[in-house]
């Protein structure tokens, strides 16, 4: 029977995978923050902040599914099988465990929205993606209540630094996110209005299609007021371009 | 793929209401995508032929990365 491993290397795989799975999404989590936050464009790119964002989302997923799996497998302490997906049914330490479970479940229902993302509408991948937030705060409180390293010297740090980081993303997020009406991207040099193309192709003559700039009263006017010069921008991409 | 498949164009289109300007479509496709003050993209309307394969490959990171899955690789079949 497979609960009849007890070599302690699995409980030492828990703890240490647990601590890792909260710095990665302690990181995920503001890599998000500064997506949405529209920072990047100058030294980085934004859509580097966003590759990042689901890079590390990833490796984070594959950590907490390491963690979880050697906590069941463990018979050091008696989770069971069911309390992988259902709260509150640990032997060890119930609460605790069933907090994580709720994170877990939180987090398999970001992490399965993301993956259909082209399939569901992305009005419903945002709300679902709201939840981070929440897992993240079970997370924290499942590592204090049930984490046997994070009670006191470097663990207790590692938890309080995380938990701070995130807050402090959170309070970025939703204090100081860009409004749609206010022109959230005219700070950045990506707003110049320079020719972004570099092929042979004659952009200026084509008709364009654009968006959102309809509704603006005049073009001279907020270039004046953006004030930033028109410096051109190195290519994000290293490929050469035709 | 092969050589019949690559007749034809592709054009790069947005979703207005979904976009939300984030620009990362502009840093991926810089062939393909302009942008105003506002962040906003001003797309290429002239189709690109669908063998400019490095232009179709950006236009396709560009669909992958935009965060709010507003633009779309439509194909145009007309031919000349």
């Known amino acids: 029977m497979i609960g009849a491993l007890t070599s302690p290397y699995f409980w030492y795989t828990t703890r240490a995978t647990g601590m890792v799975t909260l710095i990665l999404f302690t990181l995920v989590v503001s890599l998000g923050t500064l997506v949405a936050n529209r920072i990047g464009g100058t030294i ?5 902040v966003n590759e990042l964002h689901r890079s590390i989302s990833i490796i984070a997923m594959v950590f907490l599914v390491i963690h979880i799996m050697t906590t069941v497998v463990d018979s050091f302490v008696p989770t069971g099988w069911i ?14 465990i069933g907090i994580g479970t709720v994170a877990f479940d939180l ?7 993301s993956l259909l993302k082209v399939r ?16 993240f705060a079970t997370a924290i409180v499942h590592a204090y209540t049930s984490g046997t390293d994070t009670r006191k010297g470097l663990g207790l740090i590692v938890v309080v630094v995380c938990a701070g980081v995130v807050a402090g993303a959170g309070m970025w997020r939703f204090l100081g996110r860009p409004s749609r009406a206010a022109g959230r991207t005219a700070l950045t040099p990506l707003a110049s209005s320079r020719q972004a193309t570099t092929s042979n192709r004659a952009t ?14 005049s ?7 953006t004030g930033f010069t028109r410096a051109p921008r190195p290519s994000s991409k290293n490929r050469e371009r035709r | 793929m092969g050589m019949r498949r690559r007749v034809g164009g592709f054009v790069l289109r ?9 620009g990362h479509c502009h840093e991926l496709a810089p062939e ?40 779309r690789i439509e194909r145009v079949t007309e031919q000349s």
């Open chain 2, 14 to 22: 947005v979703n207005p209401i979904l976009c939300d300007g984030f």
């Open chain 1, 44 to 48: 980085v790119g934004r859509f580097e």
């Open chain 2, 32 to 71: 393909l995508v302009n942008i105003d003050e506002w962040g906003y993209p001003i797309i290429e309307v002239t189709p690109t032929p669908l063998a400019d394969v490095s232009i179709l490959e950006s236009a396709r990171y560009a669909v992958r990365g935009c965060p709010r899955q507003a633009l």
């Open chain 1, 107 to 113: 987090l398999l229902a970001v992490w399965i929205s």
């Open chain 1, 120 to 135: 569901i509408a992305n009005r419903s991948w945002r709300f679902i993606h709201w939840f981070s937030w929440i897992a």
């Open chain 1, 204 to 217: 200026d003559k084509s008709a364009s299609v654009t968006t959102g700039a309809l509704t603006r009263a």
């Open chain 1, 83 to 96: 309390s992988i997906f259902i709260p509150m049914t640990s032997a060890y330490r119930r609460i605790p």
């Open chain 1, 219 to 225: 073009t001279a006017n907020a270039q004046d007021r």
